[in-house]
């Protein structure tokens, strides 16, 4: 009895020293979209303003600053596989604060995840850019025309 009391006990003891540890996991090659930090002060991104965006662009900027020492990591949403996976391996800030990358983007919807870490910080950010024909940018152009010319 006294060796099946402390076989539990240690397996308790084993599971609350390991449970900190899995709280304060870092991401590795794949990240769920529904993930989230326990800050949101970490990083600020500056670009998209709105933590979306539409483009007629094959390309997209992201830029975001932060402290120095942050390090940031950048993954894209895989909806065959429902999971985010790595894109941009980790990053550290500099001195200037300033973190800003270049991604791809595919037709219609792209969906990037900036995960931050400082310390115990972690900060996961979703991103939606989503890409648009040229000619609808042209024709939204020529309506914005045709508006301004109405209204003088």
């Known amino acids: ?71 940031i990591k950048l993954y894209k949403y895989d909806a065959a596989e429902d999971i985010c996976k790595l894109i941009k391996n980790e990053i550290q800030i500099g001195a200037s604060g300033l973190y800003s990358t270049v991604v791809e983007l595919d037709a219609d919807q792209n969906i990037f995840v900036v995960y931050a870490q400082n310390g115990l910080a972690d900060q996961v950010t979703r991103i939606d850019i989503s890409k648009i024909k040229r000619s609808t940018v042209d024709r939204l152009k020529s309506v914005t025309v045709t508006m301004k010319n109405f209204i003088s």
């Open 1 to 71: 009895m006294k060796k099946k009391l402390c076989t539990i006990l240690s397996t308790l003891l084993l599971l609350t020293m390991l449970v900190p540890m899995v709280c304060f996991a870092d991401y590795s090659t794949t990240i769920p979209l529904t993930a989230t930090g326990n800050s949101d002060t970490v990083i600020y991104i500056k670009r998209p303003e709105s933590l979306s965006a539409s483009t007629s662009d094959r390309t997209y900027t992201i830029s975001a600053v932060g402290p120095q020492g942050t390090t």
